[in-house]
């Protein structure tokens, strides 16, 4: 799936404006919800740290994912930081995020495989024997088992289940 971002900065009303869309066919776009955020609170959020901008951004209404969050408040950024107000369209492609996503996993797979530990068949492949002294080993050979007095056995059990 498509999204496309639209980004506007409305001196007028001193607010910041982001609707989202989403392809509903070739090349055909559908408004899914707007919001508009107070143009002060955007500012004093970018001057805290990325982390809390992103927060800010996202609303019950717009929560995109993270790495989508990441380009709009790049987009934002942009917008504020430019001297003419013009929209900005930030353009995500599911696709895109798969493939990407495919990248880091296939990554981190390779820094596993290079970290894992040797595989049984080598654990296995030490003499173990040689190393194994069986003179303090103590083998206990009669075990009993007590049963207490007051736990009842399953016959006693049975007879209680079947009178009730």
């Not at 609707?19 to 508009?36: A, D, N, P």
């Not at 950024?77 to 990248?103: C, H, S």
């Amino acid at each position: 799936m498509r999204q496309k971002y639209l980004i506007l900065k409305n001196d007028e009303n001193n607010d910041l404006i982001i609707r989202e869309f989403t392809e509903q066919g070739k090349e055909i776009f559908s408004l899914v919800c707007e919001e508009t955020y107070d143009s002060k609170i955007v500012e004093s959020s970018m001057a805290i740290d990325r982390k809390h901008f992103i927060s800010t951004l996202r609303t019950r209404n717009l929560f995109p994912p993270e790495i989508y969050a990441d380009k709009i408040a790049e987009s934002v950024m942009a917008v504020y930081g430019a001297e003419n107000n013009q929209p900005v369209e930030v353009f995500i492609d599911d696709a895109d995020l798969l493939a990407t996503t495919r990248k880091e996993l296939k990554a981190a797979d390779d820094i596993k495989n290079e970290l894992a530990v040797p595989a049984i068949d080598e654990l296995l492949e030490d003499d173990l024997e040689d190393d194994f002294d069986d003179s303090n080993v103590i083998i206990k050979k009669n075990y009993s088992i007590k049963v207490a007095d007051d736990e009842p056995d399953d016959d006693e059990l049975s007879d209680v289940n079947n009178d009730s």
